[in-house]
């Protein structure tokens, strides 16, 4: 690769395309060329950036925008659908100003949602850091809507790229946005069952609290009684507990004095614990009203960390369960290595579930197969177009196929 980085830097420099556009060659390259095992990808704005990554890259130094990889033969991307906890003001606020596929997509989704709500969601989503509008999305009321609303406009935009899922997992509510990719729900009624989910919970009396904690399902376990519950099992040793705050409380300070990290969770409610048992009857009812088709990709169930069932997923019920039951996403990102996913794309605010898988893929290292590819879409404080391309360009270095001609268009690329 750094002989044919220096190459290209002599033709663009001195040689034959002295003037060729950044747009052109982009094109150029990505659709003349015979795609290889090695890659390498360089993500540049300008001539400039594009001139100082292929001078990186022939001198074989590691610069943040020249993006190595491997492709891994056989190997297929998962889409991840992240829940609460990842959300931030502004999320996706940029990339609906600059693709309107983004926009037609969010828009949609606010559509539906907006009537079940007190304030529109786009408002919501996209107001400055510190005001008023920005702290609802810290209430779940509005948390679950605004991160399926994120996640439905990523996984359009990127779709419609050329980058599309082999396999899908959500985290939480995180899942009905995965279902909605594979086509369970309708975009209207995925849409319904958010609204009264986010509803329901935002209704239920304000109490509780949830811990993460580094300590394993069994270490955990033991401990809970009948006042907590285990909400998630994140990882091999990454937990997190919900229930009756002094009780959850007492059972972090004891983790603690054991020399275990805990964190408390920044939640309205104690989600996945007792305290979701009041709204299972009214959301029941919720989800018998709407319609269920088989998924038509794989999608990884929260409920057991694998593989679910069509007719599970297409039963009512099961999206009771999953509001109460624990979210099981480390055996969750176990079923997508072993169904051969080698690379990731978390469509969320931040990069909350790649760092949570990350804890995976090292009890799962192998020293003959690369490293996954796990990347987010986007990342606070950075810029999102930016974040978004850079995400997509470490997937094709590992592997994934693209559309090049719908990625660049509006640049003028020819």
Known sequence: MAGQADRLLARLTDGADPAASVADLALSLG????????????????????????????????????????????????????????????????LYDRYPVFAEALDAVAAHLDPELDRPLREVMFAPEGTPEAALLDTTGYTQPALFALGVALYRLVESWGVRPDLLAGHSVGEIAAAHAAGVFTLEDACTVVAARARLMQALPAGGAMIAVRASEEEVAARLGDRMSLAAVNGPDAVVVSGDEDAVTALAEEFAALGRKTRRLRVSHAFHSLHMDAMLEDFARVTRSVSYTAPTLPLVSNLTGETAAPERVCDPGYWVEHVRRAVRFGDGVRTLAARGATRYLELGPDGVFCSLAQDTFDALADDNRPAPAAVPALRTGRDEERSLIGAVARLHAAGQPLDWAALLDGTGAR
């Open 31 to 94: 659709t003349t060329r015979s795609a290889f095992e090695h890659r390498a990808v360089l993500v540049a704005a300008d001539r400039a950036e594009l001139l100082d990554a292929l001078t990186a890259l022939a001198g074989d130094r590691t610069v943040p925008n020249v993006l190595r990889g491997r492709a891994v033969p056989g190997g297929r991307t998962a889409f991840l659908f992240p829940g609460q906890g990842s959300q931030r003001p502004g999320a996706g606020r940029e």
